[in-house]
């Protein structure tokens, strides 16, 4: 490990979130919110210093980037830019008193997670509540990928940055340049950003409708509101968010092909195929459970569920919104049948398609498995053949299979170590004041009923590390995070990282091979 280009990297970025914070104060002057202004100045003045160091000392080693070290900035890089974009929700008056909730926030926004803290939303400064959006926006389409569009003196170290960031087994550039192929992606998500709030600029006002299209765009869930996308009651803002949180979901490649270059080839891409084809029929599975089942949320809001028309309209919001990791809540899905809780779950760890803002573990990498256990099957009967794996007629690599078998097995691995260490995190027999705690007492811990303290574990271990936001019972639609004990919070940032960046890029700062020189 090179440490020197490691450094310069770290430092552009940080100078990078040093310009980006100038947004949400002019934000805040603007809106004459003035209790958050010096926290903003304060933290822009923290990052410029600690950039320039940073850059200034090793600035002549930035292009020497090597596939080992690009990992590690993008690692180091995504977990030191969120502690710099929680300075400014500790440091407020009316922000996040604990530091470590402000991190949990702030890390929650850049791997568009949407998983919340906060108990009443509305009571946080509205500067504060902009840059909350904007760093879901931000991770969306990623910071790293942001910086070298901005900054492409990284040289060829780009590519190998851009490699360990964008989500899916395989980067496609779509121009010669790195640097090219990272402006045409942001250039384009701005597009559809500026498109998304001017759909909602008639129903709301502006801070509302951009912070929404902000969130919509990265699929990542906040909202200005503590009843989230519910608060609007309006079905017009349910379409225009279930429409673009699914156009978030696809591949921005084939997108770009279809607007820039006239070549629509989105029934063509089979990943696709099979994404629009999982959230239909879901759609249509969970509208007929809504409309013929009986149900806690039924029961209680009996008008919500009158015809198939408005089951409909909420089956479809939350399966967009779930499939898509966006994590929008128009309903209170955790109190629907279970057959439709078992299908959102399934939704959580598939996620949207490869080379999108989704969460889960892609739509390619599900399609790869399940043709490379129908070819073991067909190999019994043939041991001799040659049988290719192929999706969209071409074949797929071995070295990509590999990289996908080994993704699943890493991915699983950790999925049930952190449900086993979280619910035993959860569990009040094993807390510290569990010798003083009463019958009643107990079943209230961590905002979850005592029998719900393993669902809990398993709704926010999916939540976070599917990126998706909301989860079950205790993390449910209609609660929050801000019961879960320090430690379990610590192990959920962990787990919003290695979604965001799909695993290798986090666990390779952990093996000692990677910092020997």
Avoid at 436 to 444: C, I, N, W, Y
Wanted: charged share 15%.
């Amino acid at each position: 490990m090179r440490f020197r280009p490691l450094l310069a990297v770290l430092g552009l970025l940080i100078l990078t979130m040093a310009g980006i914070l100038v947004i949400p104060l002019l934000v805040a002057a603007a809106l004459d919110s003035a209790l958050e202004l010096p926290a903003f100045y304060t933290t822009i003045g923290i990052c410029l210093v600690t950039g320039m160091i940073l850059w200034g000392a090793n600035r002549d080693y930035q292009k020497k980037l090597r596939s080992r070290e690009a990992f590690a900035v993008v690692g180091l890089g995504w977990a030191v830019l969120s502690f710099f974009g929680a300075l400014p929700f500790w440091l407020a008056p009316g922000g996040i008193p604990s530091l470590l909730d402000a991190y949990f926030e702030t890390m929650s926004g850049f791997t568009t997670t949407g998983a919340t803290i906060l108990i009443d939303i509305e009571a946080l400064p509205p500067g504060l509540l902009f840059w909350r959006s904007l760093t879901q926006w931000l991770g969306g389409m990623g910071i790293v990928v942001l910086t070298v569009a901005v900054l492409p003196l990284l040289g060829s170290g780009g590519i190998q940055m851009m490699r360990a960031e964008v989500p899916g087994p395989t980067t496609e550039k779509l121009a010669p340049r790195v640097a090219q192929t990272a402006m045409m992606l942001w250039g384009l998500y701005l597009l559809l950003t500026v498109i998304v709030a001017g759909l909602l600029l008639p129903v709301m006002d502006w801070f509302d409708a951009v912070t929404l299209a902000f969130s919509t765009l990265a699929t990542g869930g906040f909202s200005t509101k503590s009843m989230s996308v519910a608060h609007f009651d309006s079905a017009y803002v349910d379409a225009v968010i279930t429409v673009f949180v699914l156009i978030a979901g696809m591949n921005f490649v084939l997108h770009y092909r279809a607007i820039f270059r006239g070549n629509p080839v989105y029934f063509r891409n089979s990943e696709l195929r099979f994404f629009v084809g999982l959230i239909v029929v879901s759609i249509i599975f969970v509208t007929l459970m809504l409309h013929l089942g009986t149900y806690p949320d039924r029961i209680e809001n009996a008008e919500k569920y009158g015809t198939l028309g408005q089951c409909f309209r909420y089956a479809s919001f939350q399966v967009a919104s779930i499939g898509t990791g966006a994590g929008f809540v128009t309903a209170d899905y955790d109190h629907w049948p279970n057959a439709c809780r078992v299908v959102l779950i399934v939704l959580m760890v598939v996620g949207g398609c490869a080379g999108s803002t989704a969460g889960g573990i892609k739509i390619f990498r599900v399609l790869t498995l399940v043709k490379y256990g129908l070819r073991e099957i067909a190999l019994l009967i043939r041991p001799h053949a040659v049988l290719p794996i192929k999706i969209g007629g071409e074949a797929v690599e071995r070295e990509v299979i590999a990289r996908v078998i080994g993704f699943l097995a890493l991915w699983t691995l950790l999925f049930l170590v952190s449900v086993l260490v979280l619910s035993f995190v959860l569990d009040p027999a094993w807390s510290e004041d569990a010798g003083s705690l009463s019958v009643s007492d107990a079943k209230t811990v961590s905002g979850a009923l005592e029998d719900d303290h393993l669902l809990t574990a398993l709704g926010a271990t999916l939540a976070t590390i599917g990126n998706v936001g909301p989860g079950i019972a205790g993390v449910g639609p209609l609660e929050n995070f801000s019961a879960i004990p320090a430690i379990g919070k610590v192990l959920l940032i962990f787990l919003m990282l290695l979604g965001r960046l799909e695993i290798y890029a986090v666990l390779v700062i952990f093996l000692p091979m990677t910092w020997r020189r």
